[in-house]
């Protein structure tokens, strides 16, 4: 597969909805972690990432447009340990409860599906993060039947440095939004925390683009760095 760069990615592409990346610093320190949403609608635009603990949570930005919180306000990343989850939906919580209770990263997903919002179905992302090794998966209908679960599962060991993979929930903008389709992208990870939160926010859309998400964590002592974006401010 080809290594990919991420900001041609973003640019050819105006609304990838929501998207995860993890993968190793270009150094091979750090594992990174990061996490974007966007927005068409009021309600959708209406958001930023506050930090929740070691997580992060959404909140409006203005309470009184808040029209709907369901699929919006959620908790995208939480850590367990040395775990950290990084999703698109509330089975951030589903996963978080599975592995303190011993079961895995899989038995959570399988109980969960792509999510109910007729009639673009928006899969499931969700990602997990543990030491450098990673997995991801999405959830989605098949090919918008909703009577229809696909669920993809990825895992990466011992990734190269320099290296991720990016999962997000749309192809490009539509009506009805085209899921996303194939594997997870192989991208580079450069730079460190400035230089790659930059590369992916001022490559996002700008109309589309609500709030970014990126952590570097030293492996070696557990340390992590954290840096959050939010067009409303």
């Known amino acids: 597969m080809e290594l990919l760069k991420l900001e041609r990615l973003l640019r050819e592409n105006p609304y990838p ?19 974007f949403i966007m927005g068409r609608s009021e309600n959708s ?27 919006i306000i959620y908790a995208p990343v939480r850590v367990l ?4 989850i990084v999703t698109n939906g509330d089975q951030t919580d589903t996963i978080y409860s599975f592995l303190s209770s011993g079961k895995s990263f ?15 179905f928006t899969p499931r992302i969700s ?15 098949a090919d918008g039947n909703p009577d229809s ?13 320099g290296e991720g993979h990016f999962l997000h929930t749309y192809r490009g903008d539509g009506n009805p939004l085209p899921s996303f389709d194939g594997e ?13 939160t930059d590369c992916l926010w001022d490559s996002l859309n700008n109309e589309n683009k609500v ?16 840096r959050i974006v939010n067009k409303n401010k």
């Open 106 to 120: 899989a038995d959570a997903l399988r109980t969960r599906t792509f999510e109910p919002d007729k009639p673009n």
């Open 211 to 226: 709030s970014l998400f990126v952590r570097y964590i030293d492996v070696a002592t557990g340390r992590h760095e954290t």
């Open 17 to 35: 909805g929501r998207g995860i990346v993890l993968g190793r610093s270009a150094d091979g320190r750090y594992a990174v972690a990061a996490y």
């Open 45 to 71: 635009r209406n958001r930023v990432f506050v930090a929740d603990g070691e997580g992060i949570r959404t909140e409006a930005f203005d309470p009184a447009k808040l029209s709907d919180p369901s699929l």
């Open 81 to 84: 340990g040395g775990d950290t």
């Open 149 to 161: 679960t696909r669920r993809y599962f990825y895992q990466y060991e011992n990734p190269v440095a």
């Open 184 to 196: 997870p992208e192989r991208v580079a990870i450069e730079g460190g925390i400035g230089t790659f």
């Open 127 to 141: 990602g997990l993060l543990h030491g450098f090794d990673y997995r991801l998966s999405i959830l989605k209908s």
